[in-house]
C-alpha cells in the first residue's frame, strides 16, 4: 500500500487513551514511520513539540484536560508555538457535519473518522504530501487554505482580498524530506473518544463525505 517512504518524517501521537496511541503507534510502524513520539494530552504534545521536530501530528479530539481542537489552535496561533505551520490530522469517532466544519476552522489538514485502519491513516499522509496548501490568515483563523479546490466556474468577486501578508507560507518539510529519497519506495471501532454523545440525534458522517464535505 505504502508508495511513498516515510522512514525519515517524525510522527507526534496525541491521544489520551494508551490503546489508541499503541494502534496508531503501530499501523505507522507497518507504513514503515520509525520515529514516533506519543503524548496523553494537548498539554504534553505542545510541550513535546519544543524538543521534537514533527513531521506530522496525528491529535484525538477529545481529551483532558485539553482537548484536540484547543490543541490545534494552540500550535497554530499561540505565541510560544514552535511550529505552527505543522501538518496535524484529527481522529474522533463522532462525524457529524458540524464537527468536521469546526474542525477545519481551527486549522486541521485532515480529519479521519474512527475506526481507523492503515489505508485511512495513509490516505490522509498522502494527501498532506501530494497536496500542499498555502497557510492563510484571515481575521481569528490561521491555518491551511481552508479552499482545497479551485473552481473554474466562478465568476463572482472574490471572497478574500490577496493582500500581500494573507498567504503566510505553505509546509514544504515532508516534500522536502522525500525528496532527498527516490520519493517512491516501489518496494516495498468505531471507537469512542470520550465525547459527551450530546449530538446523537445528529446525523453522522461517513469518511467519503466528510471528504466531499472538506474538499466542496
Known amino acids: 500500500m505504502a508508495d511513498y517512504n516515510l522512514s525519515r518524517l517524525n510522527f507526534l501521537i496525541v491521544d489520551d487513551n494508551k490503546h489508541m496511541r499503541a494502534l496508531v503507534k503501530s499501523i505507522l510502524?507497518?507504513?514503515?514511520?520509525?520515529s514516533i513520539l506519543e503524548a496523553g494530552d494537548g498539554a504534553d504534545a505542545f510541550k513535546e513539540?519544543?524538543?521534537?521536530?514533527?513531521?506530522?501530528?496525528?491529535?484525538?479530539?477529545?481529551?483532558?484536560?485539553?482537548d484536540g481542537l484547543d490543541f490545534v489552535r494552540m500550535v497554530r496561533t499561540g505565541t510560544d508555538s514552535p511550529n505552527p505551520f505543522v501538518p496535524i490530522i484529527m481522529l474522533t469517532g463522532h462525524t457529524e457535519m458540524h464537527r468536521v466544519m469546526e474542525a477545519r476552522d481551527s486549522g486541521v489538514h485532515e480529519f479521519l473518522a474512527k475506526p481507523i485502519s492503515a489505508k485511512g491513516i495513509y490516505s490522509r499522509i498522502r494527501t498532506i504530501i501530494e497536496n500542499p496548501r498555502p497557510f492563510i490568515r484571515a481575521g481569528i483563523y490561521f491555518g491551511p487554505d481552508r479552499r482545497r479546490k479551485e473552481n473554474p466556474n466562478y465568476n463572482g468577486p472574490e471572497r478574500r482580498k490577496a493582500d500581500k501578508g494573507e498567504v503566510e507560507g505553505s509546509v514544504g518539510s515532508i516534500s522536502d524530506k522525500?525528496?532527498?529519497?527516490?520519493?517512491?519506495?516501489?518496494?516495498s471501532n468505531k471507537g469512542s473518544d470520550g465525547d459527551d454523545g450530546g449530538d446523537a440525534e445528529t446525523p453522522e458522517l461517513s469518511q467519503d463525505e466528510i471528504n466531499a464535505l472538506l474538499n466542496g
Open 29 to 34: 510502524h507497518a507504513l514503515g514511520v520509525k
Open 178 to 187: 522525500l525528496k532527498d529519497d527516490t520519493n517512491k519506495d516501489k518496494g
Open 49 to 66: 513539540l519544543r524538543h521534537f521536530p514533527a513531521d506530522v501530528i496525528i491529535c484525538d479530539w477529545s481529551m483532558q484536560p485539553l
